[in-house]
């Protein structure tokens, strides 16, 4: 089974809109992080914003802000009056507990090729 | 501050063959992790080093192997190559002297390298 589900392949949004991208997770660890990664087609992957499992509020960054619902399982982005330079792929991620102290393993869902309209 | 720095950018290597890439870690990052990315099965966690030591490792075959220096600069190898290696190799550093979100280690991820097998 899939542990970070991204149901949109491409999205499109009208510049200065508010877009949402959707990302559920599926995992039986009390203590995870969600994080959300931009790629650019240069391909560097860019780190928008992060939800830890504990954190009460939802995370905000910016233009970005982190719509947390744990009891639905889901951890859906929204990018606030998008840009030209908003067009790229959108990577929802996991890290599930700490295994030992290991930070590099992240689980990524397929993506979302979000294009923003002039 | 300099980013994660990946060499080379790009390759073309034939079946058989081996190939050696290399990540050099934000200044102070001790933990660097690589992932394989491609358009069939996404991003994909290959292995995660810290302070010169494999902490943990993903689904990969043996022809995958990696390694991390002293200045914690690290080298990923592939040998024999096939025409499924083909793909965007990451590499992302994290570490104490890195970007922490609300209590996360953020990766930050170097602009990979592309290899092609031809």
């Known amino acids: 089974a899939q542990k970070i589900t991204q149901t949109q392949p491409g999205m499109f949004v009208q510049e200065k809109e508010a877009v949402t991208l959707d990302c559920t997770y599926d995992t039986s660890d009390p203590s995870y992080g969600l994080f959300w990664y931009k790629q650019p087609s240069s391909g560097e992957m860019i780190f928008l914003i992060y939800q830890g499992s504990y954190d009460q509020q939802n995370a905000t960054e910016g233009r970005y802000s982190l719509n947390f619902q744990k009891a639905r399982k889901s951890a859906n982005l929204v990018i606030s009056a998008s840009q030209l330079g908003d067009s790229a792929m959108y990577f929802c991620?996991?890290?599930?507990?700490?295994?030992?102290?290991?930070?590099?393993?992240?689980?990524f869902g397929k993506g979302t090729k979000l294009s923003v309209k002039p | 501050k300099a980013g994660v720095t990946q060499t080379p950018r790009y390759l073309i290597k034939t079946r058989g063959q081996q190939v050696t890439l290399s990540c050099s870690p934000i200044s102070g990052h001790r933990s660097v992790s690589w992932y394989q990315q491609t358009p069939g099965q996404g991003l994909q966690f290959l292995f995660e080093?810290?302070?010169?030591?494999?902490?943990n490792k993903g689904n990969f075959p043996g022809r995958f192997s990696g390694r991390q220096f002293s200045n914690s600069r690290s080298e990923m190898n592939v040998s024999t190559l096939e025409l499924g290696d083909s793909a965007l190799y990451l590499c992302?550093?994290?570490?104490?002297?890195?970007?922490?979100?609300?209590?996360?280690?953020?990766?930050?991820f170097g602009a990979g390298s592309r290899l092609t097998v031809l």
């Open positions: 991620a996991m890290r599930e507990g700490t295994h030992g102290g290991s930070q590099g393993n992240l689980i």
């Open positions: 992302a550093s994290s570490g104490s002297s890195g970007r922490y979100h609300s209590g996360a280690n953020v990766l930050t």
């Open positions: 080093y810290f302070s010169e030591t494999q902490r």
